[in-house]
């Protein structure tokens, strides 16, 4: 996982590198302020080599999770799937939560 943090754009970025999952196989929930990225691979590939069976299995789950600036609501998140990258961005500070200049009278 690699996060980047944009902050002209107050934005966060988490790119992820899964290779062979397809989009239907990873999860993101956000839950107390915390976003869980979280997916279940499963390869069994079979063939005939040399007059023998040959099979290969990999099974495997992984979750990451990261904490979310407060105030971030989950529509505010936007996830893409291409090329098995997976990339989720959100807002470094939310709008209520950016701090506001006073001015003295």
């Not at 989720?88 to 939560?97: C, D, R």
Request: hydrophobic share 30%; net charge negative; charged share 30%.
């Amino acid at each position: 996982m690699d996060v980047h943090e944009d902050a002209e754009k107050n934005v966060v970025t988490a790119t992820f590198e899964l290779p062979g999952l397809r989009k239907e196989d990873v999860n993101i929930d956000v839950r107390n302020n915390q976003l869980t990225v979280s997916g279940e691979t499963k390869q069994d590939e079979s063939r005939e080599e040399n007059g023998y069976a040959v099979r290969e299995r990999r099974f495997g789950r992984f979750s990451r999770t990261l904490p979310l600036p407060q105030g971030v609501k989950a529509e505010e998140i936007k996830a893409g799937y291409e090329n098995g990258i997976l990339t989720v961005t959100f807002p470094k500070t939310s709008v209520e939560a950016a701090p506001k200049k006073i001015t003295i009278s």
